[in-house]
Structure formats: C-alpha cells, structure tokens
C-alpha cells in the first residue's frame, strides 16, 4: 500500500477517535457521573445519556450498513433514539459504553484493513462508499460531542 493511502487511513483513524477538533468521548465520559446522565439542563431536549445512546446506534447502524449486503435500515427516529432520559442501571450504562467503544475498533480495523478499498461501494448499495459511511461517523460523532461537551459545562462539570 502506498504511503498517502496509509496517511488517510491513519487519518481517518484519528477523527474517528476524536481529540483533533473536539474532546474525545472517553474524556467526557470520564466527567460525566451516573447520577447526572439524564439530567436536561438549560431546557434541552435531551440528556447526556440519550445523546450518547444516539451516537453509539448511529455508529452501529452505519458500521452494519458497512458490512451486511441485507442491512435494513431501522426506523427513524424511534429507534436513534433511547425510549427513556437514563439507562436502567450502572450495569446497562457500562454496556451502552464498551458496545460503543467495541463498535468503533471495528471500523478502525476497516478503515485500516488494506484488502478493503475505501472508494468501492459498501455491500448493501452502489450510491455510497465506505469513505462516505466513514465520514459520515466522524462528523456525526463530532456534531453530537459539541453537545455533550454543552450538557457537561451546564451541568458544571467541564470547562475549559
């Protein structure tokens, strides 16, 4: 492989993971205690908790689209989104965070991966291609990592 494929790889690596533009999730996370995840301050619309569930399924459902030439698209938006402002218990949130976490090393290793062409179409459609799905993860993580970032510093927890 030649070495500006291997750049964008690496590249691509590093936004998916966050911290070149914006504060990485695991560093939120670390901030944000169990007790404070379905708090809506300032009047926003949703909760630390519902926020990150969003981001972890969107991620899922676009590495799914990635991979499976039978994806079918679950439904928008009741299922992006958690039915409830905070998970259950510590036992759900710990799964929510290492399902997330297990789901992005699975699209490190595709982006990574050198049998796999970037450019071509993912398997469930020919109008997109793994670059675009890529893309698409890192700026809807970093769109919704702004907001985190908001509900963190309203909830006193972070400044900078």
Not at 108 to 116: G, N, P, Y
Request: with cysteine; charged share 30%.
């Amino acid at each position: 492989m030649d070495s500006v494929a291997d750049n964008l790889r690496e590249t691509l690596v590093k936004h998916l993971r966050g911290g070149e533009a914006f504060l990485p999730i695991e560093k939120m996370l670390e901030k944000m205690p169990f007790s404070e995840l379905g708090k809506r301050p300032a009047g926003l619309p949703y909760s630390f908790y519902e926020l990150f569930y969003h981001i972890k399924f969107t991620q899922d459902d676009i590495l799914e689209y990635c991979k499976n030439s039978d994806y079918q698209a679950p439904q928008w938006p009741e299922d992006y989104w958690p039915a409830q402002q905070t998970p259950n218990d510590k036992t759900e949130w710990d799964q929510l965070k290492t399902a997330y976490f297990n789901d992005r090393k699975e699209l490190e290793k595709l982006i990574l991966s050198e049998e796999k062409d970037l450019l071509e179409p993912v398997p469930s459609g020919e109008e997109h291609t793994f670059l675009r799905e890529i893309l698409l993860v890192i700026e809807h993580t970093a769109y919704h990592s702004g907001q985190l970032l908001i509900i963190l510093r309203h909830l006193g927890l972070y400044s900078s």
